[in-house]
């Protein structure tokens, strides 16, 4: 068997590329940038011609452009990156039944804060990051042999896995969100769950994600008492006003990935406690200066 991971080099592509290696599975990655192969996603024809000449009979699909200011700004390019290319990777799902994992978001839901949305729940169009990505969903279950895998992801290298810990531990601004929920889950995890569901028959949409639902300013008071740091300059938040407008209810009820793997997802001590252990075993240089105390 062997697996092309697009996005390769991503938050979530060189933790799905490390498992299936430890796992001897053949990797093929692919990127912009910084990969064995090298592929811009939105040159269609180009992303055709990569996975004929490949002999990959699994994808794993890890791109995306999470920026919801430049999805909102650049409609147009979110649909390109986040969505098109999903059409190609279906259609070659359903000429050769190669099987197709679709990485998705849980940018989509209203209701009640603290409510766990199944893969049955009304999907709203909040913003333009959103709409790009179920249409991506969309384009995917065409192919009968892809699953479309809901998510929440931190890590600690980049994004806000490494912002909230150079916060803390820098003692930087910090205004945490009490109304925006997710079910976040460590980067690590998921990779591991994408793996394990790959082999799997299951079809269709499946949530992989933290089995607790929290407000991002209660992650940071879990993360704050892992790390061994009173976050006593930490200050409450609304994320109400962000623009652009976002999903605040994200949280994900993970019973069916619990009941396909068997196994119990990671609640929020487990992903903050992961985030640590990264942490300290990260050696790469970060930079966390384009990152906003708007961010939690």
């Not at 290696?21 to 992303?47: H, K």
């Not at 000449?53 to 990156?81: G, P």
């Not at 269709?204 to 933290?210: F, K, Q, T, Y």
Request: charged fraction near 20%; glycine fraction near 6%; include cysteine.
């Amino acid at each position: 068997m062997s697996v092309l991971v697009l996005g390769a080099t991503g938050l979530l592509g060189t933790e799905v590329m490390a498992v299936l290696q430890e796992r001897g599975i053949r990797a093929l990655g692919a990127a912009r940038s910084g990969a064995d192969l090298q592929i811009d996603v939105t040159n269609q024809m180009g992303l055709f011609r990569l996975l004929c000449q490949t002999d990959a009979t699994a994808v794993i699909n890890c791109v995306a452009n999470v920026n919801l200011a430049a999805s909102e700004a650049d409609q147009e390019m979110s649909y390109r990156v986040n969505a098109a290319p999903v059409a190609v990777l279906a259609a070659w799902s359903q000429q050769t039944e190669g099987r197709l994992i679709h990485v998705s978001t849980d940018q989509f839901f209203r209701g009640e804060p603290r409510e766990k949305h199944d893969e049955n729940a009304l999907v709203h169009m909040i913003n333009a990051y959103g709409a790009s990505k179920f249409t991506a969903e969309t384009m995917a279950r065409e192919a009968p042999n892809s699953l479309v895998v809901r998510t929440n992801i931190c890590g600690a290298k980049k994004g806000f896995g490494r912002w909230a810990i150079d916060s803390l531990t820098n003692r930087t601004p910090i205004g945490a969100f009490t109304d925006y929920f997710t079910s976040t889950m460590h980067v690590r995890a998921c990779a591991e769950g994408l793996v394990d569901l790959m082999a799997t028959g299951e079809t269709g949409v499946i949530n992989l994600a933290s089995r607790d639902v929290s407000s991002k300013e209660e992650f940071m008071q879990a993360l704050a008492a892992e790390l061994g740091i009173n976050p006593d300059w930490m200050v409450q938040s609304s994320a109400r006003d962000m623009t652009p407008e976002r999903a605040l209810s994200c949280g994900l009820d993970v019973a069916r990935a619990e009941a396909v793997l068997g196994r119990a997802m990671p609640t929020l001590s487990d992903t903050v406690r992961s985030l640590v252990h990264e942490d300290a075993q990260c050696v790469t240089t970060t930079n966390s200066a384009s990152a906003t105390v708007r961010s939690a």
